[in-house]
Protein backbone atom coordinates (compact mmCIF):
# COMPACT_ATOMS: atom_id res chain seq x y z
CA UNK A 1 0.00 0.00 0.00
CA UNK A 2 1.56 3.65 -0.69
CA UNK A 3 2.12 5.60 1.94
CA UNK A 4 0.17 7.93 2.94
CA UNK A 5 0.98 11.95 3.34
CA UNK A 6 0.40 15.23 5.27
CA UNK A 7 -2.18 16.09 2.40
CA UNK A 8 -4.40 12.58 2.66
CA UNK A 9 -4.51 12.63 6.15
CA UNK A 10 -6.14 16.87 6.05
CA UNK A 11 -8.33 16.02 3.76
CA UNK A 12 -9.24 13.23 5.65
CA UNK A 13 -9.57 14.68 8.84
CA UNK A 14 -11.83 18.16 6.87
CA UNK A 15 -13.86 14.70 5.98
CA UNK A 16 -14.33 13.76 9.63
CA UNK A 17 -15.26 17.18 11.01
CA UNK A 18 -16.16 18.89 8.68
CA UNK A 19 -13.98 21.23 8.20
CA UNK A 20 -12.83 23.85 5.53
CA UNK A 21 -9.09 24.86 5.15
CA UNK A 22 -10.54 28.29 6.67
CA UNK A 23 -11.20 26.15 9.69
CA UNK A 24 -8.11 24.92 9.87
CA UNK A 25 -6.22 27.99 9.88
CA UNK A 26 -8.56 29.66 12.54
CA UNK A 27 -7.93 26.16 15.02
CA UNK A 28 -3.90 27.37 14.72
CA UNK A 29 -4.00 30.80 15.44
CA UNK A 30 -3.40 30.48 19.20
CA UNK A 31 -0.66 28.23 18.80
CA UNK A 32 0.99 30.35 15.90
CA UNK A 33 0.97 33.36 18.64
CA UNK A 34 2.59 31.61 21.57
CA UNK A 35 5.26 29.52 19.49
CA UNK A 36 5.82 32.85 16.86
CA UNK A 37 4.75 30.66 13.46
CA UNK A 38 3.55 32.36 10.99
CA UNK A 39 0.92 30.08 9.15
CA UNK A 40 -1.17 32.01 6.13
CA UNK A 41 -3.93 30.69 3.70
CA UNK A 42 -1.56 29.86 1.00
CA UNK A 43 0.55 27.10 3.30
CA UNK A 44 -2.58 25.35 4.43
CA UNK A 45 -4.03 25.58 0.57
CA UNK A 46 -0.61 24.01 -0.40
CA UNK A 47 -0.37 21.26 2.17
CA UNK A 48 -3.76 20.15 1.63
CA UNK A 49 -3.43 19.91 -2.33
CA UNK A 50 0.11 18.30 -1.67
CA UNK A 51 2.05 20.83 -3.42
CA UNK A 52 4.54 21.37 -0.73
CA UNK A 53 4.96 19.54 3.20
CA UNK A 54 4.95 21.56 6.05
CA UNK A 55 8.03 22.38 7.70
CA UNK A 56 9.10 21.49 11.73
CA UNK A 57 7.67 24.28 12.95
CA UNK A 58 4.79 24.60 10.89
CA UNK A 59 3.85 20.61 11.25
CA UNK A 60 4.32 21.16 15.27
CA UNK A 61 1.19 23.70 14.91
CA UNK A 62 -0.87 21.59 12.89
CA UNK A 63 -0.91 18.74 15.12
CA UNK A 64 -1.60 20.86 18.29
CA UNK A 65 -4.26 22.85 16.63
CA UNK A 66 -5.77 19.71 15.31
CA UNK A 67 -4.99 17.26 18.42
CA UNK A 68 -3.06 15.01 16.64
CA UNK A 69 0.85 13.20 16.46
CA UNK A 70 2.99 15.18 14.15
CA UNK A 71 4.32 11.41 12.59
CA UNK A 72 0.59 10.57 12.07
CA UNK A 73 0.01 13.99 10.13
CA UNK A 74 3.06 13.62 8.09
CA UNK A 75 1.76 9.78 6.99
CA UNK A 76 3.46 7.74 9.25
CA UNK A 77 1.86 4.25 10.39
CA UNK A 78 1.70 5.31 14.25
CA UNK A 79 -0.98 6.41 16.85
CA UNK A 80 -3.41 9.32 16.05
CA UNK A 81 -3.19 10.22 19.82
CA UNK A 82 -1.68 13.17 20.75
CA UNK A 83 0.05 12.53 23.86
CA UNK A 84 -0.48 16.22 25.17
CA UNK A 85 -3.30 18.49 24.80
CA UNK A 86 -4.02 22.23 25.12
CA UNK A 87 -1.57 24.75 24.94
CA UNK A 88 0.95 23.08 26.71
CA UNK A 89 2.09 21.54 23.84
CA UNK A 90 5.49 19.89 24.42
CA UNK A 91 6.64 17.68 27.75
CA UNK A 92 9.75 19.60 27.32
CA UNK A 93 10.43 22.92 26.26
CA UNK A 94 10.71 23.97 22.58
CA UNK A 95 13.72 26.60 21.36
CA UNK A 96 13.48 27.67 17.66
CA UNK A 97 16.77 27.58 15.79
CA UNK A 98 17.48 29.36 12.86
CA UNK A 99 18.24 27.61 9.34
CA UNK A 100 21.11 28.56 7.63
CA UNK A 101 20.50 26.36 4.47
CA UNK A 102 22.62 23.44 3.06
CA UNK A 103 26.41 22.72 3.79
CA UNK A 104 27.86 19.87 1.94
CA UNK A 105 28.73 16.66 3.23
CA UNK A 106 30.95 16.02 -0.05
CA UNK A 107 32.04 18.72 -2.16
CA UNK A 108 32.12 22.25 -0.83
CA UNK A 109 29.39 23.86 -2.22
CA UNK A 110 27.49 27.36 -1.42
CA UNK A 111 25.51 27.87 1.71
CA UNK A 112 22.12 29.34 1.07
CA UNK A 113 21.37 31.66 3.98
CA UNK A 114 17.63 31.74 4.43
CA UNK A 115 16.98 33.23 8.33
CA UNK A 116 13.59 32.98 7.63
CA UNK A 117 13.64 29.74 8.15
CA UNK A 118 13.35 27.73 11.43
CA UNK A 119 13.60 24.29 13.60
CA UNK A 120 12.19 23.02 16.86
CA UNK A 121 13.88 21.31 18.86
CA UNK A 122 14.69 21.08 22.36
CA UNK A 123 16.22 23.52 24.33
CA UNK A 124 18.80 20.84 25.73
CA UNK A 125 20.54 21.18 22.12
CA UNK A 126 23.13 24.39 23.18
CA UNK A 127 23.50 25.23 19.34
CA UNK A 128 23.50 28.97 17.50
CA UNK A 129 22.05 27.58 14.12
CA UNK A 130 21.15 24.75 11.86
CA UNK A 131 21.84 23.56 8.68
CA UNK A 132 20.60 21.28 6.57
CA UNK A 133 23.59 18.18 5.03
CA UNK A 134 23.70 18.22 1.24
CA UNK A 135 25.65 14.39 0.20
CA UNK A 136 27.09 11.49 1.91
CA UNK A 137 30.77 11.90 2.92
CA UNK A 138 29.72 11.95 6.95
CA UNK A 139 27.38 8.64 6.59
CA UNK A 140 30.14 6.67 8.94
CA UNK A 141 29.08 9.41 11.88
CA UNK A 142 25.38 8.96 11.07
CA UNK A 143 25.08 11.99 9.49
CA UNK A 144 22.87 11.42 6.27
CA UNK A 145 21.69 13.62 3.25
CA UNK A 146 18.79 15.69 4.64
CA UNK A 147 20.07 15.65 8.17
CA UNK A 148 19.17 18.41 10.04
CA UNK A 149 23.12 19.47 11.23
CA UNK A 150 22.84 22.17 14.69
CA UNK A 151 25.94 24.18 15.01
CA UNK A 152 27.56 25.94 18.12
CA UNK A 153 28.93 29.08 16.58
CA UNK A 154 33.12 29.32 17.47
CA UNK A 155 35.72 30.23 15.63
CA UNK A 156 37.92 27.09 15.90
CA UNK A 157 37.50 23.29 17.28
CA UNK A 158 39.29 20.84 18.71
CA UNK A 159 40.89 18.07 16.68
CA UNK A 160 38.69 15.44 15.35
CA UNK A 161 35.55 17.77 15.86
CA UNK A 162 33.21 17.74 13.38
CA UNK A 163 33.26 21.31 11.84
CA UNK A 164 31.25 23.61 9.85
CA UNK A 165 33.53 25.58 7.60
CA UNK A 166 33.82 28.39 5.08
CA UNK A 167 36.42 28.16 2.29
CA UNK A 168 37.09 29.80 -0.85
CA UNK A 169 36.73 33.39 0.91
CA UNK A 170 33.30 32.22 2.25
CA UNK A 171 31.43 30.99 -1.40
CA UNK A 172 31.44 27.34 -0.16
CA UNK A 173 31.09 25.40 2.74
CA UNK A 174 31.27 21.43 4.14
CA UNK A 175 30.68 19.61 7.08
CA UNK A 176 33.73 17.80 8.04
CA UNK A 177 36.29 16.35 10.84
CA UNK A 178 38.44 19.23 11.65
CA UNK A 179 42.25 18.79 12.21
CA UNK A 180 45.14 21.61 12.43
CA UNK A 181 48.32 21.62 12.77
CA UNK A 182 49.96 24.69 13.46
CA UNK A 183 53.65 23.57 13.37
CA UNK A 184 53.16 22.78 9.49
CA UNK A 185 50.63 25.31 8.89
CA UNK A 186 48.44 22.73 7.67
CA UNK A 187 44.42 21.93 7.84
CA UNK A 188 42.93 18.56 7.40
CA UNK A 189 38.90 18.42 6.73
CA UNK A 190 38.41 14.55 6.93
CA UNK A 191 34.86 13.36 5.82
CA UNK A 192 33.19 9.80 7.16
CA UNK A 193 33.25 7.84 4.36
CA UNK A 194 36.00 6.23 2.33
CA UNK A 195 34.75 6.92 -1.30
CA UNK A 196 35.49 10.97 -0.11
CA UNK A 197 39.00 12.30 -0.67
CA UNK A 198 40.34 14.55 2.51
CA UNK A 199 40.44 18.14 2.03
CA UNK A 200 44.09 20.02 2.77
CA UNK A 201 44.42 23.54 2.95
CA UNK A 202 48.45 24.80 3.92
CA UNK A 203 50.24 27.66 4.00
CA UNK A 204 48.58 30.87 2.15
CA UNK A 205 45.73 28.47 1.17
CA UNK A 206 44.83 28.68 5.01
CA UNK A 207 43.88 32.21 4.18
CA UNK A 208 40.82 31.00 2.63
CA UNK A 209 39.06 28.80 5.42
CA UNK A 210 36.78 29.77 8.29
CA UNK A 211 35.20 27.89 10.92
CA UNK A 212 31.62 28.82 11.37
CA UNK A 213 31.38 26.37 14.49
CA UNK A 214 31.39 23.05 15.90
CA UNK A 215 28.30 20.09 15.16
CA UNK A 216 26.66 19.27 18.62
CA UNK A 217 23.89 17.53 17.17
CA UNK A 218 22.14 16.67 14.05
CA UNK A 219 18.21 15.41 13.45
CA UNK A 220 17.10 12.67 11.20
CA UNK A 221 13.77 12.28 9.85
CA UNK A 222 12.09 8.63 10.85
CA UNK A 223 11.86 6.14 7.89
Request: net charge neutral; hydrophobic share 35%.
Amino acid sequence: MEKENTSIRLNRIMTERGLRQIDILNLTIPYCKKYNVKMNKSDISQYCSGKTEPMQDKLFVLGAALGVNEAWLMGYDVSRERQYDSLNLYPISAKRFPMLGEIACGEPKFTNEDRKSYVLAGTDIKADFCLRAKGDSMINARIHDGDIVFIRQQDTVENGEIAAVVVNNDSEATLKRFYYYQEKSLLILKPENPLHKDQIYQGEDLNQVRVLGKAVAFQSDVI
